[in-house]
């Protein structure tokens, strides 16, 4: 049984960092996708970075590209996301998402596997 738990969200002003975690288990993931995708409220779920084992490739947003950093295990049973420079923005709710080739899907349609999501929020 595949499970990921996310770690690391909180309260943070503006300008301040955060560190989040995602412990995968149940599979090896090296060939797969994991991904951190956030949903604000009433804005529907959005990819924010990527990383896949095979490769290793990334991939991040715009909106967070140069502040936001995705790193991974060599197995990718467990991944980051270092957040920086935090914009109130960036306030959502932060998933772990997984699936199982090595394409860096957008579409959350795409991933088979969800954590429960860690609350992220940034004051200004």
């Known amino acids: 049984q595949v499970q990921l738990v996310e770690s690391g969200g909180g309260l943070v002003q503006a300008g301040g960092s955060l560190r989040l975690s995602c412990v995968a288990s149940?599979?090896?993931?090296?060939?797969?996708?994991l991904a951190w995708f956030r949903q604000a409220p009433g804005k529907e779920r959005a990819l924010v970075a990527g990383i896949s084992g095979s490769g290793p490739s990334t991939f991040y947003a715009d909106s967070v590209k140069g502040r936001f950093t995705i790193s991974g295990d060599s197995a990718q049973n467990t991944i980051f996301l270092q957040m920086n420079s935090l914009k109130p923005e960036d306030t959502a709710v932060y998933y772990c998402a997984a699936h199982p080739t090595p394409i860096m899907y957008h579409d959350p349609a795409r991933y088979d596997w969800w954590g429960q999501g860690t609350q992220v929020t940034v004051s200004s």
């Open positions: 149940g599979r090896t993931f090296s060939r797969y996708v």
